[in-house]
């Protein structure tokens, strides 16, 4: 069966990196299907679009499958549309987080335009889907699908996790080879499911509380497949990557080996001296570590299970190490209750106690389904849910302020915590060691390239707000 997997384009074009997800379907269909994996992430709408449709008419798939989240539903419902106007018995599934929460809307709004929906993991769901389909038997018991039965009610089979993540087929990462090799970089995730259910998080609600990590032998293995294609850095997109203590650094131990350079997300616990000194010997050179606020009242609200006494405590063992690593954190203002009081708080103590590189990141709160702030505001009767198909916005949460105060407070956030000079020895060192000319010429050509992939972050960051 010839199947194609689309992760659509989204109206914000500078987004960098490749979707993970159609690599782990892409590897488990082609067990048996033929696949075509399109890639249109940071890519322009109409551009896409048109792409798409010479795509399909030429290879006349009978399964499309499109994955994609509330930012880019938009580019996901342009291509919905047009599938059966050239494909007429082309079955189309959709997946990822967004169709995950909203699969009944998006059965009601498409009707026949839609035939399925795969909820939570796809690996093998779609998989089976696609088996059943060719072989025209029964999908009625496949984990997570969404249907409609012949008198067009919609059924939803309930979900039963991947426990065993090793068990899956090694991820193909062939429909971003070129991407890798011309960036170097390579983005993986070794881990599924958090343990804190944050109210204004999906990562609970889509992936479950029950955390399912790849051992660090697995971990290895994926590091050295994307070495292969040309990766000397990764980026791994973990939510939490220093969950399970002797798993973090069993694989520290391991990618020190490799000689790579890699940067993570963390939680501020569990962290110990050992942590982040064998995180940093095995090449991390960057943390952002999980904040959210420093005020006492809105961290208990948010159900984040931390308190700003650990933040600090993060802080201050990676300030020791602050010559090969920079650290940074993720704030969210505009939480339920904030307040200039709270914010003050936050900023206060950011300003008496946390010592970091590259300072806090803080972004406002947006409203997104499969989180606990979603489902109290419909249950409140306070968010129209009709906004996911009559505009391609997603809103910030501003109930309780305007956008304009909570754009101010981003930027007082910002602009707060003790910023210490990152010292990067190690580059110092690189460059002093390197054995010829053409390789420090190489050295400062990735240097100006990285400074310029800044300046670009730091322009856009303007221009959004």
Known sequence: MKVTLVYPPADEVNLKGYPLGLAYLSASLKKRHQVNVLNYCGKPLATSVNFFLKDLSLQRPDVVGISFNSFNRWGAYCLIRKIKKILKNCKVALGGVHPSSMYVQLFEHF?????????????????????????????????????????????????????????????????????????????????????????????????????????????????????????????????????????????????????????????????????????????????????????????????????????????????????????????CVGMPGESEETIRESIDYLNENIRSTHGPGASMLYILPGTQIYRDLIAQKKFDEKIWIRTPDVKYYTHEHDIWTLNRWRKMINRSGIHIPFKGQYIIDLLTTAKDFKEKSIIRRKLKKIGKKIRRFINMAKRRY
């Open 111 to 331: 009707g026949d335009m839609v035939d399925f929906i795969i909820q939570s993991e796809g690996e093998r769901s779609f998989y089976e889907l696609c088996n059943a389909l060719e072989e025209k038997s029964d999908f009625t018991k496949i984990s997570g699908l969404a249907y409609k039965d012949k008198q067009d009610k919609i059924i939803a089979n309930s979900v039963e996790v991947i426990a065993d993540l090793d068990s899956l087929p090694m991820p193909d990462y062939s429909y971003a080879q070129d991407e890798i090799r011309q960036n170097e970089t390579a983005y993986l995730i070794t881990s599924r499911g958090c343990p804190v259910n944050c109210v204004f998080c999906s990562t609970s609600s889509f992936w479950g509380q029950n955390v399912r990590m790849n051992s660090p032998e697995r971990v290895l293995q994926e590091v050295q497949y994307a070495m292969s294609m040309g990766a000397r850095r990764i980026f791994f997109h973990d939510d939490t990557f220093n969950l399970g203590i002797d798993r973090t650094l069993k694989l520290a131990k391991l990618l020190k080996k490799e000689n790579i350079e890699y940067v993570v997300q963390c939680r501020v616990k569990p962290v110990s001296e050992e942590m982040i000194e064998a995180l940093v010997d095995s090449g991390c050179r960057h943390i952002t570590w999980g904040a959210e606020s420093l005020s006492k009242e809105i961290l208990d609200k948010t159900n984040k299970k931390i308190c700003r006494e650990e933040v600090k405590r993060a802080f201050d063992i990676c300030v020791k190490y602050s010559d090969r690593l920079t650290t940074g954190a993720y704030f």
